[in-house]
């Protein structure tokens, strides 16, 4: 039995694992983010925004749900093996999808995918922030997250490029069963859970336990509060893009081609940047990258409106991912900081569960505006909600040292 000690270094071959682990869990999201709209369209005849943005309020749901109650069983059972159930879960995605003879096939397909998200995603952000310990959190959630949403780019491209040149079913969607059955052999196998290290930081931590867990990383904390609500309407606004991006674009005039070089676009630029920015959060105040990383996203989407060619679309898609990639791993990040060790993985819990309610809202909200008014009054609504945002971490958080 070898000694447990904390560090990116000391732990690297696990570490780099579940990077690994987690490119596929993000794979598995990247299979629907190109080509599920057009699915709904073409394939099921759904008009409505409403109605195709479906998916992904219940994915939202699902996922949010499943991320509060991850907390809580990770302590109980440990993490490897709520990262191996969520595996589970991930297995009959891809055939649902492609058997579905109607739409509530793709609705039960994303109440799996959301399961499966909520607890191998969940499972591998706390492992890694278990092994590396607080000196480099930043940089470890940068890479975390950078594998994750390259990932979510990666496939989206590649399946929309299938989805070309052989139809939207039943190819695109072999992708998927590949990622998940590597993804569940190498966390049966290879991954080892990480439970010790969090007894072993927590003798040396001096972070005071939160009395009311779920109402203080909610909203009452004013450093995890201002942290949980940016989570949820950066998550909203991806909402947003991942259901109303490919109908917009398609309503512009681009080829299918092009279609899928934007989308992949934005995640790739939030995937790649995180292994740059998320050291930034370990160097500079928490506070001041979510204000401006909130603030870009912001105004990137409500450009949008104005944009006309591939390269506008293409260089505010950059912008957005920016933007994104600031934010992301610097949330997850200054939530471990302002959380006891042995109440982290409760309070990521519940900073996952109104973040991630963030799809489905903003699912919810811009199919209403789109259907109601336009998609320039939905895009023009979302993207002032997340400067709002920046505002409230502005003027709410307290320097997170």
């Known amino acids: 039995m070898y000694k447990k000690q904390l560090g990116l270094k000391e732990n690297w071959q696990q570490f780099s694992l579940l990077v690994l682990v987690n ?5 598995m999201v990247g299979l629907e983010r190109s080509i599920l709209p057009q699915l709904a369209e073409e394939e099921f005849h759904l008009a409505a925004k409403t109605a195709i943005l479906s998916f992904i309020v219940v994915f939202g749901i699902t996922k949010a749900l499943t991320n509060y109650f991850a907390g809580t069983l990770a302590n109980k059972y440990g993490r490897k093996k709520l990262l191996v159930f969520g595996w589970l879960f991930a297995l009959p995605v891809p055939l649902l999808l492609i058997y579905a003879p109607n739409w509530s096939w793709v609705i039960l397909a994303n109440i799996f995918l959301g399961v499966n998200q909520g607890l191998a995603w969940s499972s591998t952000v706390v492992m890694k922030i278990d092994l590396v310990g607080p000196k480099k959190r930043g940089f470890a959630m940068g890479i975390n997250e950078a594998a994750g949403y390259m990932a979510v780019g990666g496939v989206a491209f590649l399946s929309a490029s299938i989805a070309q040149l052989y139809g939207i079913r039943p190819y695109p969607f072999y992708i998927g069963i590949l990622l998940s059955i590597i993804g569940l052999l190498t966390s049966v196998f290879l991954i080892k859970d990480t439970q010790g290290f969090v007894q072993l930081e927590g003798e040396k931590s001096d972070t005071p336990l939160l009395s009311n867990l779920f109402k203080d990383t909610s909203w009452r904390h004013p450093n995890l509060g201002s942290i949980t609500q940016g989570g949820l309407v950066n998550n909203l606004n991806d909402g947003m893009i991942w259901g109303l991006f490919p109908i917009l674009l398609l ?11 934007i989308i992949a676009i934005y995640p790739t630029v939030w995937g790649l940047s995180q292994l740059f920015t998320g050291k930034l959060a370990d160097l500079y105040p928490k506070k001041t990258l979510l204000f401006w990383g909130m603030l870009l996203q912001g105004l990137a989407i409500i450009g949008f409106i104005w944009a006309q060619t591939f390269f506008a679309f293409a260089s505010l898609s950059v912008l957005l991912g920016l933007g994104t990639a600031v934010v992301y791993p610097t949330f997850l990040a200054a939530i471990a900081d302002n959380t006891h060790p042995s109440q982290r993985a409760q309070s990521i819990g519940v900073y996952r569960l109104w973040r991630d309610l963030g799809y489905a809202v903003g699912a919810i909200l811009t199919g209403i505006l789109a259907d109601y008014w336009s998609i320039n009054t939905a895009i023009s ?14 003027t709410r958080m307290r320097p997170v040292s």
């Open 23 to 27: 490119a596929f869990v993000g794979g």
């Open 251 to 261: 309503s512009k005039g681009f080829s299918a081609t092009e279609l899928a070089q």
């Open 381 to 394: 609504s979302i993207g002032a909600l997340t400067i709002l945002s920046s505002f409230v971490i502005l």
